[in-house]
């Protein structure tokens, strides 16, 4: 029997992870630069639920369980399962959304958590799963307006066994994992044009980071998704990322998520983990 929830990093092995399918999924509030390339030719349905499908299919191979919450009209960003919720160490949060198009997506995560008897927390300030990255003992916290000082402080006191690190970056890049990721203890993507010149650094002090360039981070570069044994999912369309990843010794498993990065996220995104074993 699987733990209730448990994650400790990005990368050990992902035994359990929450999707939603991108049944309704459209360009509706422009919230950030790659919907605004977009919102004119705006989401095929059709092609974007078939690249979501494949996604699934490949994480069964790879023995990941997926549980799929329930699709909503209401909701045409709800494939970004990431945002709504957060496992750190053996606690889950609920998430706090900062924009109107997406309040409410919270509510099938919770009603999954409820049936399932998984015990959860939910978030007392504004906070999103995208802007939280965790690393055995370190946490790093995107601070923008999706996710508010408040509620890093409210991660410091439930989690006193952890650093809680800020990380301010331009938020025109909507969330922290469209410009940082950890893919192992010592290796991270990132994109320096999106930090100050200090961050950047500590950034670099921490991990040997691999650089993303300007046209890979429109396309989602550092938003990969780690399975564990460095196996990590990544788009074809990102060679750069995927050339440097593999040099590192990493296997990327290259699924085509083009469809749905439109709207400005790719497989972490649209996944959240909530049981991973080290």
Known sequence: M????????????????????????????IINDVQKKYKDENIDRAKAMKQHEEFETKLKEHNVEVIKLPSSEQYPEQVFTRDIGFTLGDRLFLADMASDIRKGEEAALQNWLLQENIPFRVSESRVEGGDVI???????????????EESVQHLEQSLPDHEVIRVPFNEKYLHLDCVFNVISPEVGLYFPEAFDEETRKYLESLYNLIEVNKDEQFSMGTNVLSIGSGQL?????????????????????????SEIIKSGGSFRCCSMPVVRND
């Open 134 to 148: 965790v690393d055995r003992n370190r946490v790093f916290v995107g601070i923008s307006s999706r996710t508010s």
């Open 2 to 29: 699987m733990p209730a929830a448990k994650c400790v990093t990005e990368y050990d092995t992902l035994r359990q992870v929450v999707l939603c399918e991108p049944k309704y999924m459209a360009i509706k509030d």
């Open 233 to 257: 999912f990544s788009l074809p369309q990102n060679p750069h990322v995927n050339a440097a990843m593999r040099s590192k010794g990493f296997e990327v498993i290259e699924v085509d998520f």
